[in-house]
């Protein structure tokens, strides 16, 4: 390792003369100069400390060329040594995605003029690559990128700094702007297919903490929420998709594209019904440019009024339905006669079409035979189990002897009639027993392995119907990686804008995962733990400090390549004492 100048000509005949920091690489028989750092203008640069610490890392790293002979003003013993050392690839990959999807330039565009004290793009960055490398509480989080991780261009960052960040990017409409810069980003880099646009929604759940009912101080940012006066509370009781009814939530919102991209996200106090948000999602998305897209919903989305909304301005829809809500519509489709036809993924699809002229609605029914054995396999055990519940009724009944003996019977009966999977093949006589419904039993077996769809796209073939429903479990997907790799949760904050900022960070963090996964072909879990193997050590001696990476193994160089990422640097930082 050495020192290499290199010189400029000035349009005055000046020469300005500049050194780098390169070692020689002998490849294929032939040996190149390959330059690790550009230092700079050697009139402003300390040259010979830069060159006692050249030839320091050189005795550390090729302890065989000791035996040259040391340059004037150092000594044998001013080696180097570890000083630190802070995984880098995962961080590494991760910048390059952020900044390529254009997330660092809409940051800076959000801010406008503003000045901070706190590069405020670099601590959003270190949040939400937190969130996708090791997810921790905002506390927790300015740590790690301070002492336990190397975030390119920040060195360190405190707590305050955390939520002051998440303040500005929520703040005059940032929120927005950060979105619709990164999807067009995403849409140039990704060539993304936005023909079919999925749509689904989720809960998540707040920790309550606190000492009283009508105040509490948040565990983790000190937030006060009083419960007197103000607007209604973001974080409010509502129907929990996570079954923890006890607790208040928000409601969350994404919109994702056949390749599993999530390219828009939404929030919603945690009373709100999923019948209600449509308009809002396609009014926000108007702009995009979207070209013909279809929406693709769930059974929570298909009300008369949200799929007129949605055919809006020449817009079609595919929506999951509802099939034993008794509606005239859907008995009628699944009633209709027909012969299905084989398509992809073990499926078969059927068309029909309900009604006439104007008020004509085009149905399929979907069935899959393996899905129509495991419902057969389950209700079978849900009847055997039932029949054995209803003996042991009867045998109570027959032992009974007292008031409270028959008090006890009928709790058993009752907790039996409202139980909500075992009591749809029940009847109840008017004795108040319970008998097992034949015909409601037959009637679930028309319905073994089959779902319904509804779609207002004449021109749309039932297959690509039936395997664009299905490609909504992107988003389902989506929602668990939220909950499970990202940990969303647990949630302690109180202020509505920052619950927005804190799901914001997590769907940024799950953007520039599927970016990476749908890049390289491989899960996140295997791209992380490869990558964080990748390390930024700091070897310090009386020349100087020096940051220097590990050397690439061949999968880590694979999966740069494949994200299209240039490796690191081998050396970062060279300060001379």
Request: charge should be neutral; glycine fraction near 8%.
């Amino acid at each position: 390792m050495y020192l290499r100048t290199t010189q400029r000509r000035r349009k005055d005949g000046s020469v300005v003369r500049y050194l780098q920091l390169a070692h020689n690489r002998r490849a294929s028989g032939v040996t190149r100069a390959e330059v690790l750092l550009n230092l700079g203008r050697e009139d402003r640069l300390d040259t010979d400390g830069l060159r006692r610490l050249a030839r320091s890392i050189t005795r550390y790293t090729d302890p065989g060329s000791g035996d040259r002979a040391p340059i004037e003003g150092t000594t044998e013993d001013e080696g180097l040594e570890v000083t630190g050392s802070r995984p880098l690839g995962g961080a590494w990959a991760l910048d390059a995605l952020w900044r390529r999807l254009g997330v660092a330039e809409a940051i800076a565009g959000a801010l406008g003029r503003r000045r901070f004290a706190t590069d405020v793009e670099r601590v959003l960055f270190a949040l939400v690559a937190n969130r996708a490398l090791a997810p921790a509480s905002k506390l927790a989080a300015s740590e790690w990128a301070s002492r336990d991780i190397h975030i390119p261009g920040l060195a360190e960052m405190d707590e305050d700094q955390a939520y002051r960040a998440m303040d500005v990017l929520i703040d005059a409409d940032a929120e927005a702007k950060v979105q619709e810069a990164v999807f067009f980003a995403c849409a140039d880099l990704l060539n993304l297919e936005v023909d079919l646009l999925f749509f689904d929604t989720t809960s998540t759940y707040f920790e309550l903490e606190g000492s009283g009912p009508d105040e509490r101080i948040d565990g983790e940012d000190g937030e006060r929420e009083g419960a007197e006066d103000g607007p209604p509370p973001f974080r409010a009781h509502g129907h929990s998709k996570d079954h923890r009814p006890d607790l208040p939530q928000v409601v969350i919102g994404l919109a994702v594209t056949r390749e599993g991209i999530p390219v828009r996200v939404w929030v919603w106090p945690g009373n709100t019904n999923d019948q209600s948000v449509v308009e809002q999602v396609k009014d926000d998305l108007r702009g995009w440019r979207l070209g013909r897209c279809i929406w693709v919903v769930d059974r929570g989305f298909s009300s008369e009024e949200n799929l007129r909304y949605l055919t809006r301005g020449g817009g079609h829809w595919i929506a999951g339905e509802r099939m034993r809500d008794g509606h005239p519509d859907h008995e009628a489709a699944l009633a209709r006669q027909g012969r299905y036809r084989t398509v992809r993924d073990n499926l078969r699809v059927k068309e029909a079409t309900v009604g006439e002229g104007d008020g004509a609605r085009r149905f399929v029914v979907c069935h899959n035979p393996a899905e129509a054995e495991r419902d057969r396999a389950k209700r079978a055990e849900t009847i055997r189990r039932l029949e054995e519940e209803l003996q042991r009724l009867e045998r109570q009944r027959a032992k009974a002897k007292g008031a409270k003996a028959r008090e006890a019977h009928l709790r058993g009966e009752c907790a039996l009639r409202d139980h909500p999977s075992l009591s749809r093949y029940l009847r109840q006589l008017r004795s108040g027993r319970l008998r097992i419904d034949r015909a409601k039993v037959r009637a679930e077996e028309r319905l073994d392995g089959k779902f319904l769809l509804s779609t207002s796209d004449p021109d749309l073939d039932a297959e690509d119907v039936a395997l664009g429903y299905k490609n909504l479990l992107e988003a389902e997907r989506s929602f668990r990686d939220l909950k499970g790799t990202l940990a969303l949760r647990p949630v302690f904050h109180r202020l509505e804008h920052r619950i927005r900022a804190h799901i914001l960070i997590c769907w940024l963090a799950l953007l520039l995962i599927r970016v990476a996964e749908r890049r390289s072909e491989r899960t996140w879990r295997t791209l992380a733990r490869e990558l964080q193997r990748l390390q930024l050590v700091t070897l310090s001696g009386a020349p100087g400090t020096v940051a220097q990476t590990t050397p690439l193994t061949d999968e880590q160089r694979d999966i740069l390549a494949s994200l299209e990422v240039d490796p690191p640097p081998r050396i970062t930082a060279l300060d001379p004492a």
